[in-house]
């Protein structure tokens, strides 16, 4: 009697409970007419391939590059990955499989993932976390979810690497006598404004007020605008700059994606990230500094210590740096040695000053 119910259930549309796997389907997919475990906003999508639809996805979201790069870095080493049995796919061949066969592909019950984070283990902390985030990405859009089970290593806390006072002045004179024709400007950039490196190789030249000392940075981090201010010593660089620029656009005519920026290289394009860094090489071997410990992050880091030295408060600090959170601009508290030495002797200094005067008005 009990065989003929499960098989009177099983008929009806009902799965079998004794059929391999963690769960049990309670439906079949023909019965509900839609892929089981796809959530109904993919339901439409069910038979498409799942690549096309997934970078709408992230399109409509307007992540920047970096997250995109790393998301799709994580992804496609995850589903290449392979599990007993089976036969490394082509990733051709994985980019253009349906929506639903993707969802069973990644279904964290199955064992994929077990084995990709174990391949991952020997990473930096970091980086384990960036390439979970691009996984948990993919998994909440086929309607799965990263299991408890997967931990996140936590993140050893380190300070923001700075030059020093001395390191400072050698990069500064080191720019000044480049051959490069765009290292002091460059420099002097990143020191006068904490601009991340990406916003200055988008700057444009319409985008500078030289009369207000200020600059729009648009589609900054997180696909936001925001204000960035500099001083006279900025605006002397970009004036000093400008006539290279000029025979650099005559020589080169600039396309429309490159006419407007505010710094063209030597082939009239904008600069790229990556030609920032060789510079920072460049310069580092220039100034006698080691090349691990500068870069444009470095400058920014000086920049926002700098102003907390000299008096600035921790929310204009923030709204500075273009931080969305004041608990990232606050691991500017844990100022270096050096600053520490600084204020230290100074407070020192204005106490026996202080100390001084009211002995003398005792004695008079």
Not at 18 to 29: L, R
Not at 300 to 315: I, K, P, Q, S
Not at 331 to 354: G, K
């Amino acid at each position: 009697m009990q065989d003929e119910n499960q098989r009177e259930l099983t008929e009806n549309g009902w799965s079998n409970p004794a059929s391999k796997g963690h769960f049990a389907t309670p439906f079949s997919e023909e019965t509900l007419g839609v892929p089981f475990g796809l959530p109904s906003r993919l339901v439409r999508l069910a038979e498409l391939p799942w690549h096309g639809c997934y970078e709408m996805q992230l399109a409509s979201e307007k992540k920047s590059p970096h997250t995109l790069r790393s998301y799709r870095t994580a992804i496609k080493q995850f589903l290449l990955t392979v599990m007993p049995g089976e036969l490394p796919p082509s990733w051709d061949a994985l980019q253009g499989i349906a929506v639903k066969d993707l969802s069973r592909r990644v279904d964290p019950n199955n064992g994929r993932l077990d084995i990709w984070v174990q391949s991952i283990s020997h990473l930096a902390a970091s980086t384990i976390n960036a390439r979970l985030a691009g996984i948990s990405h993919l998994l909440n859009w086929v309607g799965h979810r990263v299991p408890e089970w997967v931990s996140r290593p936590q993140k050893g806390r380190s300070l923001p690497k700075t030059l020093t006072h001395r390191e400072m002045e050698r990069l500064k004179e080191a720019a000044a006598t480049s051959e490069n024709p765009f290292a002091n400007v460059v420099i002097t950039l990143f020191l006068d404004t904490g601009i991340r490196v990406s916003e200055l190789c988008a700057l444009n030249r319409s985008s500078m007020d030289f009369e207000d000392l200020s600059a729009t940075v648009r589609e900054g981090k997180g696909s936001k605008d925001r204000l960035v201010l500099f001083t006279e010593a900025t605006v002397s660089a970009i004036e000093a700059y400008g006539q290279i620029r000029e025979m650099i656009a005559a020589r080169h005519v600039p396309s429309d994606a490159h006419r407007d920026a505010l710094i063209l290289n030597r082939r009239g394009r904008r600069l790229t990230p990556r030609a920032v860094q060789k510079l920072m090489d460049t310069l580092a071997d220039a100034a006698d500094i080691p090349r691990s410990k500068l870069s444009p992050h470095t400058l920014r880091h000086n920049f926002a210590t700098g102003l907390l030295e000299r008096g600035m408060d921790l929310v204009s600090i923030q709204r500075l740096l273009g931080h969305a959170n004041i608990s990232t601009t606050r691991v500017y508290l844990e100022i270096s040695d050096q600053s520490l030495r600084e204020i230290y002797h100074r407070a020192q200094a204005a106490s026996r000053a202080q100390e001084s005067d009211e002995e003398s008005e005792d004695e008079v």
